[in-house]
């Protein structure tokens, strides 16, 4: 089917819109007056939902400024973190530390060498005094 | 650290003034033009609706009630919506306000029909007042005397279509919606949209062709 328009169609659409645009005068202050109750209609709609949105407002910002002064104070403690995992970086990174963990098992042997030369002194018990 | 509070502080000194803005001057000011463009819009179309619903339900005081109900709807559930989806939305309203006329006036003429001073079947009114049918003297005497042969030629041609020939040949020739529009409007496929205007056309063609080349 073609989207053309036939004169056919022009002459009836010439015709319609003629009939609307010389409507009686009582139709046409009837429309107006139905136009006005609808835009009545949509106002009344307006100034209830200004009303809600104005305390709805209030409530957001209140919230929205419990949350910022949450943030604020809990800054503080957050900022102290870099502080110690610098601290903890330092100690793992000391050059002492890594040669005592490269020598484990010299130290193990020194520590039962001299448990072997100098025996632990015996408790009390074990030596019966008492 | 006493720099971000500060910042912080501003922060939402700004927001709570923006909120505030906000609720109190631009909702209003959108909403005052909105309910601007929508006067307008009613006011563009009021006088084609009326003319649809009045040649659907052969009434004019039924075509404004479904005109004015179509209108208070539009406002109140679609009022908020971007402009230019008002139009497929108010024809679909009034479309479905029309049906509702036809099937209320069936069942009360099947139930009531009997009785004596009852609206007659094709819905006029018994009691019409004749100075409100009085017309618009912006024509020319001869101008309107042709328009309103042809006129009154062309209703009754299109009361004899089917009600759904009738709606797409309203919809697209007087309102002039596209078809997309039109299947929006009639809540059906463009395909069905294209089907009922050309048969409408086909047999509105069909029997007014002589009798407005007599008219000439």
Redesign the interface.
């Known amino acids: 089917?073609s989207d053309e328009r036939?004169p056919?169609?022009d002459?009836?659409?010439s015709?319609?819109?003629?009939?609307?645009?010389?409507?009686?005068?009582?139709?046409?202050s009837?429309?107006?007056?139905?136009?006005h109750?609808?835009?009545a209609?949509?106002?009344r709609?307006?100034s209830q939902?200004?009303r809600w949105?104005?305390p709805?407002?209030?409530a957001?910002?209140a919230v929205?400024?419990v949350f910022?002064?949450q943030?604020?104070i809990a800054?503080?403690p957050v900022?102290t973190e870099p502080v110690a995992a610098v601290e903890d970086i330092e100690l793992m990174t000391a050059e002492d530390s890594l040669e005592m963990y490269e020598n484990l098992e010299f130290y193990a042997w020194l520590d039962q060498a001299a448990s072997e030369d100098f025996p632990a002194e015996p408790t009390e018990t074990e030596s019966g005094v008492g | 650290?006493s720099a971000?509070?500060a910042s912080?502080d501003r922060?939402?000194a700004t927001?709570?003034a923006h909120?505030?803005g906000?609720?109190?001057e631009s909702?209003?000011e959108n909403?005052l033009e909105?309910?601007r463009s929508?006067?307008q819009f009613?006011?563009s179309v009021?006088?084609?609706a009326?003319?649809i619903a009045r040649i659907a339900v052969r009434d004019?005081d039924d075509a404004?009630d479904i005109?004015?109900d179509a209108?208070?709807q539009?406002?109140?559930r679609y009022?908020q919506r971007p402009c230019e989806e008002w139009r497929p939305l108010f024809y679909r309203i009034l479309q479905n306000r029309i049906r509702d006329c036809q099937r209320r006036r069936m069942v009360r003429n099947k139930v009531f029909g009997w009785l004596p001073g009852i609206r007659n079947a094709a819905g006029e009114n018994e009691d019409t007042d004749p100075?409100?049918?009085?017309?618009?003297d912006?024509?020319g005497p001869t101008d309107?005397v042709m328009?309103g042969e042809?006129?009154n030629l062309?209703e009754a041609a299109l009361r004899e279509l089917p009600a759904r020939q009738l709606e797409a040949f309203?919809l697209r020739?007087?309102e002039?919606l596209d078809v997309a529009a039109t299947a929006q409007a009639m809540g059906c496929t463009e395909g069905s949209v294209?089907t009922h205007y050309?048969r409408a056309?086909h047999t509105?063609?069909d029997r007014?062709?002589d009798a407005?080349g007599e008219l000439s």
């Open positions: 089917m036939t056919f169609e002459k009836t659409q015709v319609l819109r003629d009939s609307a645009e010389h409507l009686d005068g009582h139709t046409r009837r429309l107006t007056q139905a136009r109750a609808a835009l209609e949509i106002e709609h307006r939902r200004v949105l104005l709805a407002g209030a957001a910002a929205l400024a910022l002064l943030g604020r800054v503080a900022t | 650290m971000n509070a912080l922060l939402s927001l709570l909120m505030s906000l609720t109190a909702v209003e909403s909105h309910v929508l006067d009613l006011a009021e006088k084609r009326f003319q004019t404004l005109v004015q209108m208070l539009l406002a109140r009022g100075f409100q049918q009085v017309q618009d912006r024509q309107r328009t042809a006129m062309l309203m020739n007087m002039g294209k050309s056309v509105l063609r007014l062709t407005w």
